[in-house]
């Protein structure tokens, strides 16, 4: 299989199942979590590997702010310790770490340390890591319309400006999606820019899912016919 494994140029990940793989181990969720971070580490090797150009996953939703506080302070906890643990490992492999959501409503220290990595690997020219944090789908299109109906007053939209708008703007579509932890929806992810995605779902609960099952949904997504709507 592995030499007509078809290499997508951006694969995105909803890394679903943190709670119930810690829950099915006697342990607190916050531990999924953890577990969950390894498996992002893991993955973003193997997208170097792969020389899958963007990686991009979902971090944290904007309806994620109706967890325990515990829960949430953990995970921007989590989140800083990866940034300060994977910079020197991106910078070294080339990797380009950007975020994207409305940063506005986070802590500000998490914003710092996010604007730092950010800064550090601008030059990188290799893979990019796109975090996204605190972003909806619908969030996403508001925002687009909004600006634009305030950049361009009495302009009609066209799809090109939406995707000029978009807080992923300059990003290409995702060529595959990847959900892990048997559940099959969308969650309000990326809802205009998964228009032509290809969804994989996986039983697999995101603190297991390494390698082997990264190059799995790769086979399987070796197996599609793309046609965009056309024959
Ligand atoms: C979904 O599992 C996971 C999240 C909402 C958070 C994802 C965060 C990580 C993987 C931590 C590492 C991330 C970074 C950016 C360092 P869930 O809690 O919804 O699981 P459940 O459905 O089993 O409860």
Sequence with gaps: MEENLKIPQHVSIIMDGNGRWATSHGKPRLFGHKEGAESLRACMQFAVEMQIKYLSIFAFSTENWGRPEEEIQGLWSLLLESINKETSYMIENHVRFRVVGNLEEL???????????????????????????????????????????????????????????????????????????????????????????????????????RKPEFRLALEAYSRRKRRFGKL
């Design 107 to 209: 802590p500000e220290y998490l914003r710092i340390a996010i604007h730092d990595a950010e800064e550090a690997t601008a030059a990188c020219t290799g893979s990019v890591l796109v975090v996204m944090l605190n972003y909806s789908g619908k969030w996403d299109i508001v925002q687009a319309a909004n600006r634009f109906a305030e950049e361009n007053p009495g302009k009609k939209m066209e799809w090109a400006d939406m995707d000029r708008y978009l807080a992923t703007a300059g990003i290409p579509d995702p060529d595959l999606l990847i959900r892990t932890s048997g559940e099959e929806r969308i969650s309000n992810y990326m809802l205009w820019q998964t228009a032509y995605t290809e969804f994989y779902f996986t039983d697999c609960l995101w603190p297991d899912f």
